[in-house]
T-cell receptor, first 115, second 115 residues
Framework: GAVVSQHPSWVICKSGTSVKIECRSL??????MFWYRQFPKQSLMLMAT?????????EQGVEKDKFLINHASLTLSTLTVTSAHPEDSSFYIC???????????FGPGTRLLVL | QQQVKQSPQSLIVQKGGISIINCAYE??????FPWYQQFPGKGPALLIA?????SEKKEGRFTISFNKSAKQFSLHIMDSQPGDSATYFC??????????????FGRGTQLTVWP
């Protein structure tokens, strides 16, 4: 089956620094990827749609300048949390649609802790 | 606004019993309804999914029942096992307009199966 990886799996950073999270489709290409955020014991909230070769589409209430998304190739999307603060601490998960364009394959997630 | 409503929030079932989780939606643009299983610290994994053109789909011990007129769907786990203990999310997406490819998740159900 399709595999999506994320790197790093966890990161701890100081408040005010920026953190980059990578999402890769390992054995398939994805012109679109999705980024989600999940707080402890809560649901996954869609943050944005990453589009290869064009600007990302952000969900209502998500700060574009804080969560920078770059979809540089057909297998890689990156999410950069700029000037991170403790309230940005969360579990960030990406997904990519498979060949049927319907099934979403999720990465293992990246746990971010901002001190 | 929660586009997909899920209940119960938690569920405790005895080994061998049937686990039932319910979801409801309002947006008629949704036409794809997957269920995901998530273990702590991991990304969600697709269990089973259904389209509105069928009322039921079964894969092994997992069955989705779908009621299009009521805009409701449910997951039944037969012969529940301790290894099924996880958080289950229903979701919905569509291929028209603003719902194109984007998954909207329910709040999740924490299932515990005790021996």
């Amino acid at each position: 089956g399709a595999v999506v990886s994320q790197h790093p799996s966890w990161v701890i950073c100081k408040s005010g620094t920026s953190v980059k999270i990578e999402c890769r489709s390992l054995d398939f290409q994805a012109t679109t990827m999705f980024w989600y955020r999940q707080f402890p014991k809560q649901s996954l909230m869609l943050m944005a749609t990453s589009n290869e070769g064009s600007k990302a589409t952000y969900e209502q209430g998500v700060e574009k300048d804080k969560f920078l998304i770059n979809h540089a190739s057909l297998t890689l999307s990156t999410l950069t949390v700029t000037s991170a603060h403790p309230e940005d601490s969360s579990f960030y998960i990406c997904s990519a649609p498979g060949l049927d364009s319907e099934t979403q394959y999720f990465g293992p997630g990246t746990r971010l802790l901002v001190l | 606004q929660q586009q997909v409503k899920q209940s119960p929030q938690s569920l405790i079932v005895q080994k061998g019993g049937i686990s039932i989780i319910n979801c409801a939606y309002e947006n008629t643009a949704f036409d794809y309804f997957p269920w995901y299983q998530q273990f702590p610290g991991k990304g969600p994994a697709l269990l089973i999914a259904i389209r509105p053109d069928v009322s039921e789909k079964k894969e092994g011990r997992f069955t989705i029942s779908f009621n299009k007129s009521a805009k409701q769907f449910s997951l039944h786990i037969m012969d529940s096992q301790p290894g099924d203990s996880a958080t289950y999310f229903c979701a919905a997406s569509g291929y028209r307009g603003s719902t194109l490819g984007r998954l909207y998740f329910g709040r999740g159900t924490q299932l515990t199966v005790w021996p």
